[in-house]
């Protein structure tokens, strides 16, 4: 089964609870394959009306040639909190416990939500897809990617619209313009997985 990217692979940690990541190399998380210009921490360029600002989580490539249904599953267990729905900058996001220790997950670029608000989640099933070839044409290609972010805190809270319904967080994206914003909102994802669930213990 597809966890996240490509094929299920679970790393057996001290209380041997699962997690779920993405490696199409059972041994070596580095398999995961990221974007050009999609590693965390990257100092964006600024552009119209968004100052310079540090990329957030990390971008990752279709793991195949499915452009109708590649399926997207989350990180680990926990409840849907907020969601959007329409356009390439449509997110889900979820938030997660381990030991009392709350932690939050952002899937942004993706289409066809199969899950609904305050639904529980686990790592076998999908949540959403990458965007399919119509969407891409019409939004484009640069999205044939999805954006995974992990927060150290919650997101921020927003009133939701007749518009967007289901939004009710938004995460810190575009207002990380230091490292020390990057560092005190996010984990990098790669570390996370790779660390989870001592890296919870860090300051």
């Not at 990057?182 to 990098?188: I, R, S």
Request: hydrophobic residues 35%.
């Amino acid at each position: 089964m597809l966890i996240l990217i490509i094929l299920s692979y679970i790393i057996t940690i001290s209380d041997n609870l699962p997690l779920h990541i993405y490696s199409p190399v059972k041994s070596d998380i580095s398999a995961i394959k990221l974007s050009k210009i999609g590693q965390f921490g990257l100092l964006r360029k600024p552009r119209p009306g968004i100052p310079a600002h540090y990329h957030t989580g990390i971008d990752i490539k279709r793991p195949s040639d499915n452009y109708e249904d590649e399926p997207v599953f989350p990180i680990y267990k926990g409840k849907v909190i907020s969601m959007r729905r329409d356009g390439p900058y449509a997110n889900l996001i979820i938030e997660h416990e381990y030991n009392s220790k709350k932690f939050w997950s952002l899937y942004e670029h993706i289409s066809g939500i199969i899950v609904n608000l305050k639904e529980n989640v686990n790592p076998d099933q999908p949540i959403v897809h990458f965007m399919n070839t119509n969407e891409l044409d019409r939004y484009g290609w640069q999205f044939d990617h999805f954006h995974l972010e992990i927060l150290k805190v919650q997101p921020v809270k927003m009133v939701s619209t007749r518009e967007h319904p289901d939004l009710f967080y938004k995460s810190y994206s575009l207002v990380c313009y230091t490292e020390e914003d990057l560092n005190k909102y996010y984990y990098n994802p790669i570390e996370f997985l790779q660390s989870f669930p001592d890296i919870l213990e860090k300051p």
